[in-house]
């Protein structure tokens, strides 16, 4: 019997049959970007058996991308109107980006703060991934995140109002909304169960108890080819005000200098959020991020900020018609990217960046509402309710 | 372009921007949606009753000064039946504290509140100028912020009061929040948010300023031109709360709302079950009375340490990391080991001063329920006994 068990014997299995790699590229949201697709293919080609995904940040709001997986062709065209604190729904807008790097740019470009658009950049990032393994038919997704990282997104998710998904930083079973063609095939009593089980990822990050510095130095002896990533970057504003490391303002920045006189901060960090726990129930998942949303939210708002007088008549009494709001389908977060307003006006992404004042949604985002009963509050006009009641009138009131 | 107006009357100009939620609006409105989110976050969290006897911490400064004012005002307003105190801390910093002292007594006469006033000399023998002078500016916060908790529940029990509350506002609470994740500090950060903390036996302690901006507050007393003092404690600079500060303030120029997503991420999560198990029960310490998660209390502990002298930084490290309530990276005194390395770089004292022995609050001791326990508790000479109705009379 050879010494390491022999050539069949289980530890020489691969742990993974198929390997997947996955790479969203971002450099049509930012100008002068450059695209790093081709780098990042030629690595992939370097190992054997690994297959490769290019995916694009606009996919998010493509037909091309999204109908196959939905498995039905997107109908509805929605906006949302940010002037709205309420940001409410249109449908069918007129004004409809023709391409989906204007859809993106329009959405992007419309957010109120740059803190908004970058955390957007990441959502639609980690969506178009976990989508992409539910499609290959994967059941784990790996990502790259180091110690260093990982603190500090755990640190940008507090900021932002994420603690109620704090969990879901560190570690994540990730199950997509049900798609119309799998609300079809569930109704079908001729498909084998296994086919109309839910597919879930789970997704893991392996380097996450490895500092940042420990994963480049181990790179650099181990002669691994790495592509890089550039820092995003607005046009036409000031370097030490619009540059975003990574999307969280200066946070690593924030992070580094603690560590210097604060040893160990960022494994502190870590180990402390995974020492806690969500409170109380989720109410649905956002539409947004696709992340649990947590009860209560807008009742919690709504107690301790007052925004109307209570003597002051809203003018959607005397409203036809009210769009229904997004407000209840997203997440404090979301919600909070959407609306929070910063004093300093917003870089532009460019000069082919579009602001708006209704901005598309992206696809899963859309099909999720669409499915939605979103109910339209209508004041009914006399007339209205004159032709409800006129087969039992006998005569005419007035 | 004409001048716009307010978004909440519709009638008057508007002369400002709220810093919560960038809405324009007028002074009255400005007033009322102040004074109304406060009543607001006192009566959704219950947080008196009719009564009730209130010290509020008064340090002469912005957040205090409004606080006073604001909660004599709804007080009366909304009759909420309370006794209101002021209650302040002379930490002995000078050039500092004596200043702003002089305010809180002013505030006494302008609201027209019984005032107390109690030292750190008084009641540790020791001000922060002695203290800092002995162990440097490092560390110095963990030694005023463990004495002055205690002192507020010390002046509170001298005055018979229910609750105590602090003039501590959203910022406060969402550096707080960061602070204790970037610092480990688990058992911390579970209760930071909470809007009204009690432990078995100490006085209830409520924030009513817990979703006021700290901007606001300024605002607030600006246009109320309300008087009080303005300068950051001297030994503050280096703190470690200084980090998460200037953090917090970089956020909020990108983001207004950070300091609420903050405090909404606090409240949205808690300590897991597992860690709650492995945390320290409450006991009182052995040798002043008051609450404890050890042995000896952390002012018995830090000031053990001041007495006998030779506080070197090694030393200084050691007492304010068991006085921190890190429950991993903690060490406890306890240990024979430990104490063995404290025995060693400190050089003993006779005659160490001690803090005087904690009397709980006579509204959370529990009620003596035989003629046995009554008796026990009262010299002889100085109870007249009811034989039918077994009652003390004075």
């Known amino acids: 019997m050879p010494a390491d068990g022999g050539k069949n014997h289980p530890r020489h299995e691969r742990v993974w049959k198929k390997v997947t790699v996955c790479y969203v590229e971002v450099c049509d949201v930012f100008p002068e970007m450059r695209d790093h697709t081709k780098d990042v293919a030629r690595i992939v080609r370097s190992y054997d058996g690994f297959d490769f995904v290019p995916l694009r940040i606009q996919d998010a709001f493509s037909s091309d991308w999204w109908d196959p997986i939905a498995g039905a062709q997107s109908l509805e065209q929605l906006g949302v109107d940010l002037t709205d604190e309420e940001l409410r729904i249109t449908v069918n807008t007129p004004l409809r980006p023709a391409s989906s790097v204007e859809a993106l740019r329009t959405h992007l470009g419309s957010l109120p703060t740059t803190t908004a658009a970058a955390s957007s950049v990441q959502t639609f990032i980690r969506l178009l991934l976990l989508h992409t393994a539910v499609k290959t038919g994967s059941s784990h997704l790996v990502l790259g995140t180091s110690l260093t990282s990982l603190a500090v997104s755990l640190i940008s998710g507090v900021s932002q109002g994420r603690g109620f998904n704090i969990r879901e930083e560190t570690q994540e079973e990730w199950e997509p909304d049900q798609t119309p063609r799998e609300a079809r095939e569930s109704k079908d009593s001729t498909l084998p169960r296994s086919q109309k089980e839910k597919h879930s990822v789970r997704v893991v990050r392996p380097l996450r108890d490895i500092g940042m510095k420990e994963c480049a130095i181990w790179a650099w002896w181990m002669n691994i080819k790495v592509v890089g990533q550039e820092k995003w970057l607005w046009s036409g504003s000031k370097q030490d005000i619009g540059a975003l490391t990574r999307g969280e303002f200066n946070l690593h920045y924030f992070i580094f200098g603690l560590e210097k006189d604060y040893p160990s901060t960022v494994s502190t960090v870590v180990r402390t959020c995974t020492k806690v726990a969500p409170k109380g129930d989720a109410a649905g998942r956002c539409a947004l991020c696709a992340r649990p949303v947590q009860e209560g939210i807008q009742e919690w708002k709504s107690r301790i900020s007052i925004r109307t007088s209570s003597h002051l008549v809203s003018k959607d009494a005397h409203q036809l018609h009210t769009p229904p709001s997004l407000v209840p389908f997203l997440c404090y977060a979301c919600n909070a990217t959407m609306t929070s307003r910063s004093t300093r006006p917003m870089p532009t992404l460019g000069p082919s960046a579009v602001k708006a004042s209704i901005i598309p949604l992206p696809k899963w985002a859309e099909t999720r509402l669409s499915e939605q009963e979103i109910f339209r509050t209508e004041l009914m006009s006399e007339e209205q309710k004159k032709n409800s009641l006129e087969e039992f009138l006998l005569e005419d009131p007035e | ?394």
């Open chain 2, 1 to 394: 372009m004409p001048p716009r107006s307010c978004a909440l009357c519709n009638k008057a100009r508007a002369i400002l921007k709220r810093p919560k939620t960038g809405q324009q609006i007028c002074r009255e409105c400005f007033f009322w949606v102040f004074e109304t989110e406060v009543h607001n976050t006192i009566t959704e969290a219950a947080l008196f009753k009719p009564g009730d006897k209130v010290a509020i911490g008064a340090s002469g400064g912005k957040d205090s000064t409004v606080l006073a004012y604001v909660m004599k005002t709804l007080n009366d307003r909304y009759n909420y039946g309370l006794e209101l105190f002021l209650l302040s801390i002379d930490e002995g910093i000078t050039g500092y504290r004596d200043d702003s002292l002089e305010t809180v007594k002013r505030n006494q006469q302008q609201y027209d509140m019984p005032l107390k006033i109690l030292s750190y000399d008084e009641l540790y023998g020791w001000t922060m100028d002695a203290i800092v002078s002995q162990i440097g500016k490092k560390n110095n916060c963990t030694f005023c912020g463990v004495f002055r908790r205690q002192a507020l529940d010390r002046g509170a029990s001298a005055l018979h009061v229910d609750h105590i509350v602090t003039g501590h506002n959203a910022d406060d609470i969402a550096e707080t929040v960061l602070m204790n994740i970037m610092r480990g500090d688990i058992a911390r950060l579970g209760r930071c948010t909470l809007i009204c903390t009690q432990g078995e036996d100490t006085i209830k302690r409520s924030k009513p300023f817990k979703y006021a901006y700290e901007k606001e507050i300024v605002m607030y007393a600006y246009f109320k031109k309300l008087d009080y003092f303005s300068t950051e404690c001297i030994y503050s600079p280096d703190a470690y709360r200084g980090h998460a500060r200037a953090f917090l303030k970089d956020l909020e120029a990108a983001r207004p709302s950070a300091i609420i997503d903050i405090i909404h991420s606090g409240e949205a999560f808690e300590v897991t079950e597992v860690i709650k198990a492995t945390q320290k029960v409450q006991q009182t310490c052995k040798r002043c009375g008051y609450m404890s998660s050890n042995y000896l209390c952390k002012a018995c502990t830090l000031l053990e340490g001041l007495e006998r002298g030779g506080a070197s930084p090694s030393v200084v490290g050691l007492l304010v990391t068991t006085a921190s309530e890190l429950p991993f990276n903690g060490l406890s005194l306890q240990t024979n080991r430990m104490q063995g390395k404290l025995d060693a770089v400190l050089i003993s004292a006779d005659n160490m001063r001690t803090i005087p022995l904690f009397q709980t609050p006579s509204t959370l001791r529990p009620p003596m329920s035989t003629f046995k326990e009554q008796l026990s508790s009262s010299t002889q000479s100085q109870v007249i006994i009811d034989p039918i109705h077994l009652s003390t009379l004075a």
